[in-house]
């Protein structure tokens, strides 16, 4: 198959959040299984300024937004088997930041329509696969502006959601002005949402195929309470729409190659290889090292990742004698409290507000538990790091932590791997915490349960097949 993946963002190249963490692993899985893949991303200032690659001209196209009529250069690089194109356009792109800006819906009706005219160049293209609001329009303009791409009249697209909270919302007059397509579209209600134009929608309508990045959130979408207003369109594409966990990169996540981590260790030599980076995290918070259960969180620093919850349930965590260490920035007020609880426990918790690689990698090598009590989890990937080292994930019940991680019920240690709790509150959290230090009493059960956790494939070949599956489903 030959592949095209369209997107706001992407490794190596440049990254804002999960998705670009999703774009490479996923492109190269395709391009190990033999299929050509693409990657078309905007060519912004940040990935000039890093001359990671070396970049080549390769053609360029035309791009007229209703009356104004731009010229932009393509460039080419190849990275791990994947060919990537860079739309440029020094007046849309070359800016400090991927995304924040208040002409974004005109840059990102720009860079789509640019991408599409580019592939439509190349041709022979079998999947168009686009990722979030900033692209999801591809699939309304190669349906209703067919004579614009007469090379990819017989492809097929794929909108994936990752984040249903981003609308992409527009006024309608940017139908005509930014899309060249009709009023009606807005008027008939095809990509109408609220109170304006929605990109996200419009691709929700008009693509073949919808994803999320879990079998759970997609359930969650479809009802009223979990999908951010989108449960009635999403219900109306339900036979079209699935949900396929992400993976991780498990090259750069190996506790047995990790250069972060003091001690390499496996399945067989965890015990030794967790000591070391648990007595290196305490050295890095000036902390005793104590051989008692240790609490570790990797994580932005907001509401939905549940940190309310967090700092509630830490006081009685640190109060019982154990240890904790946070790794993560974002909130200002919950830096601030859990600065107050570093105030009150200077013995017991370590903290950085932040990212620092070296303290995250060991929170997830040394900590006996990883917490995740978010309100809301599309996929997440704190869990599957986690239990790749041996940290066993106590984490709410939603999303794709309940997808990924089979919660210890006292009868089921041969395939456990880490808590669930289902109320969002820290009551529930402080259950889950209480069921772990049950099973850390017992070593022969905690062992069971890490070993069932670092055996867990969540490798990007699973993900990879189970979307090349549902490519084919489409071609046939």
Not at 253 to 272: I, Y
């Amino acid at each position: 198959m030959r592949i095209a993946m369209l997107a706001g963002e992407a490794n190596p190249f440049c990254k804002s959040g999960g998705l670009a963490d999703v774009i490479l692993p996923l492109s190269v899985e395709y391009a190990k299984a033999g299929h050509d893949v693409m990657v078309v991303i905007p060519f912004y200032k940040i990935i000039k300024d890093r001359h990671l690659v070396k970049f080549e001209r390769v053609g360029q196209v035309d791009v007229d937004l209703s009356w104004r009529h731009q010229v932009a250069d393509v460039f080419s690089a190849s990275y791990q088997g994947v060919t990537y194109y860079f739309i440029n356009s020094a007046y849309y792109f070359d800016r400090e930041r991927l995304y924040g800006y208040g002409d974004d819906g005109e840059r990102f009706a720009y860079f789509t329509q640019a991408a599409l005219n580019w592939l439509n160049q190349l041709g022979n293209i079998d999947i168009i696969h686009v990722h979030d609001h900033q692209v999801a329009f591809a699939p309304v303009l190669l349906k209703e502006r067919p004579w614009c791409y007469p090379k990819l009249n017989n492809t097929k697209t794929v909108l994936t959601i990752h984040n249903p909270a981003f609308k992409g919302y527009l006024a309608p007059e940017a139908l005509g002005d930014l899309f060249n397509l009709p009023l009606s579209l807005y008027e008939d209600g095809q990509v109408r949402f609220e109170w304006g134009v929605s990109t996200l929608k419009g691709g929700i309508i008009y693509a073949d195929k919808i994803t999320t990045v879990s079998p759970t959130h997609a359930k969650e979408l479809l009802t009223l309470e979990g999908s951010f207003g989108l449960s009635g369109v999403l219900n109306l594409r339900r036979d079209d729409f699935s949900g396929i966990v992400n993976g991780i990169d498990e090259v750069e996540w190996d506790p047995m190659k990790d250069p972060f981590l003091a001690k390499p260790f496996n399945e067989k030599t965890f015990a030794e290889g967790k000591k070391a980076s648990k007595i290196r995290l305490c050295e890095t918070g000036n902390i005793p090292y104590r051989d008692v259960p240790a609490f570790g969180v990797v994580s932005r620093l907001t509401e939905q990742k549940g940190v309310d919850l967090l700092i509630g349930a830490l006081y009685q965590i640190l109060e019982a004698g154990y240890l904790a260490f946070v790794c993560g920035s974002g909130d200002y007020e919950l830096e601030r409290r859990l600065q107050e609880v570093r105030d009150r426990y200077p013995d017991n918790f370590g903290l950085y507000i932040g990212f620092n690689n070296q303290f995250a990698h060991d929170i997830y090598g040394g900590c006996d538990f990883f917490l995740m009590p978010s309100l809301f989890e599309p996929c997440g990937i704190g869990q599957l790091l986690a239990k790749r080292y041996g940290t066993l994930p106590i984490a709410r019940r939603t999303g794709g932590l309940a997808d990924t991680i089979i919660s210890y019920d006292g009868t089921n240690e041969k395939v456990a791997n880490g808590f669930l709790f289902n109320d969002f509150d820290v009551s529930g959290l402080l259950w889950a915490v209480g069921e772990a230090e049950k099973a850390y009493a017992k070593p022969t059960l905690m062992k069971k349960l890490i070993v069932n956790a670092m055996k867990c494939d969540h490798s990007w070949a699973v993900s990879g097949k189970a979307y090349l599956d549902l490519y084919k489903s489409m071609l046939d």
